[in-house]
């Protein structure tokens, strides 16, 4: 959670810069959100960082995964964003009782997550901005704090999260480019193992 919290006053700050110089309002949607932060191991300590985040935009549904890979000494490089639909009957959330639930395929593995309250760990907010071709996507999230419980690959781990709202701001409609891939563009090493954050 501190990662993307610290990305949020940083990503704001761009993209606040850069809207106005379009030549139309760039499209804004906000709806009910989960989020949270799954771990791929690699060699030499190293690891693949996944911010996982699925939202009910007025649109539809929206699976966004940052993908981010950190040394073993804690340092990270650049983000790459990657988002893409899915179904209502893969994600439903409810922000006033703190839970959700989504199954979702990240590069061959099966992901099912579930968020539930976790009662008197207080609120979060976070969010992240992707750059594209002429394209901007910049994602800020709010919520409380949830108990994750993952199933991935038939494997079960326990990890936290945040369940809450989400408004994005997406300039692809604007100047053609879109500032994200797709989520089957995410290719994790033919052996890679998901786990808990």
Same mark, same amino acid.
């Not at 106005?20 to 191991?41: C, H």
């Not at 590069?107 to 539930?116: D, K, M, P």
């Given at each position: ?7 949020? +006053? ?10 106005? =110089?379009? $030549? &139309? /309002? ?6 009910? $959100? =989960?989020? +949270? ?16 985040? =699925?939202?009910?935009?007025? %649109? ?6 940052? !993908?981010?890979?950190?040394? $073993? ?9 990657? @988002? ?15 839970? &959700? ?15 539930? /309250?976790?009662?008197?760990?207080? +609120?979060?907010? %976070? ?5 594209? @071709? ?15 419980? $993952? ?16 408004? !994005?701001?997406?300039?692809? !409609?604007?100047?053609?480019? /879109?500032?994200? &891939?797709?989520?089957? !563009?995410?290719?994790? /090493?033919?052996? =890679? ?5």
């Amino acid at each position: 959670m501190r990662r993307t919290l610290l990305l949020t +006053t940083a990503g704001a700050a761009v993209v606040a810069s850069v809207i106005p =110089a379009l $030549a &139309a /309002p760039a499209p804004v949607d906000s709806g009910s $959100a =989960a989020e +949270t932060t799954l771990v791929v191991p690699l060699s030499h300590g190293d690891a693949l960082q996944l911010d996982l985040q =699925a939202v009910e935009f007025s %649109g539809g549904d929206v699976v966004r995964i940052v !993908a981010q890979h950190c040394a $073993a000494d804690g340092s990270c490089d650049s983000l790459d964003v990657y @988002q893409g639909p899915t179904s209502s009957s893969a994600f439903s959330v409810d922000s006033s009782t703190t839970t &959700a639930d989504l199954n979702v395929v990240v590069s061959g593995h099966q992901v099912q997550l579930r968020w539930r /309250p976790d009662g008197g760990v207080g +609120t979060a907010s %976070g969010g992240d901005t992707a750059f594209g @071709q002429d394209g901007v996507s910049d994602n800020e999230y709010q919520g409380q704090y949830a108990t994750v419980t $993952a199933s991935i690959d038939g494997q079960g781990c326990t990890t936290t999260g945040v369940v809450g709202s989400e408004t !994005a701001v997406d300039t692809s !409609a604007v100047t053609g480019g /879109p500032g994200t &891939a797709d989520v089957s !563009a995410l290719r994790l /090493p033919a052996d =890679a193992t998901i786990s808990c954050g």
